[in-house]
């Protein structure tokens, strides 16, 4: 039986979006983040790469999960990660070849992303299939929600464009766009986000506690 039997679906993507963000929260595949998020073009197509080999190595695993030796699970688990992001890479670079071009190098080390392989171990080989993909969509979401704020916030205010279009007049901040910027504008939004969501947890419990005491 699935250890995770009782989260509804819409929950286990919520909680890869919220609760343990790879980015925002556990800190986790941060080498994108910084390197491929000076453009939201970028940013969205990094992020679209993971949500898509996330699902799909989560969808695999857990289809094999019953076949796969307890021994050998490991290095089955990175031979599945390698081929989807294979077909990913693949898929770019037919259909996006100029964004290929810029961040080819990263796609293929989504390879040896920490994240993927938590996942394929923590909680696909566990579970059954609509648990393992609906975990793989939150976990693959909340990274591409990440990386295209990150990428909006760092395109916006360094360039003063957004998708390459110009859209404010105003002298960018050049540091933004630039490696050390990236751990600038990351640590400011990771800190951000924590803290939007200690006040609806504090909210939320403030609100049960209130509801307890009138009864």
Request: charged share 10%; hydrophobic share 55%.
């Amino acid at each position: 039986m699935s250890s995770h039997s009782t989260v509804s679906l819409k929950d286990q993507i919520l909680n890869g979006i919220i609760k343990e963000n790879t980015i925002f929260k556990l800190a986790l595949s941060l080498c994108p983040s910084i390197a491929v998020t000076n453009n939201l073009k970028n940013g969205v197509f990094m992020g679209g790469a993971v949500l898509f080999v996330q699902v799909m190595v989560n969808m695999t695993i857990s289809l094999m999960r019953n076949v796969i030796h307890p021994k050998v699970r490991l290095p089955i688990f990175m031979l599945v990660i390698s081929g989807w992001v294979t077909v990913t890479q693949m898929l770019m670079a037919a259909f996006a070849p100029d964004v290929y071009a810029k961040v080819g190098l990263y796609i293929a080390l989504i390879v040896a992303f920490a994240s993927i392989l938590a996942r394929a171990e923590m909680f696909a080989s566990k579970n059954s299939f609509l648990p393992s993909m609906a975990d793989g969509l939150g976990m693959g979401i909340g990274f591409l929600f990440a990386l295209t704020t990150i990428s909006f916030f760092r395109e916006l205010v360094g360039k003063g464009s957004l998708w390459g279009f110009p859209i404010i007049d105003t002298k960018p901040v050049l540091l933004l766009i630039l490696p050390a910027g990236g751990f600038f504008a990351v640590g400011i939004l990771m800190a951000g986000f924590n803290w939007i969501n200690a006040r609806a947890a504090a909210k939320a419990a403030a609100k049960a506690k209130a509801a307890l005491a009138t009864r």
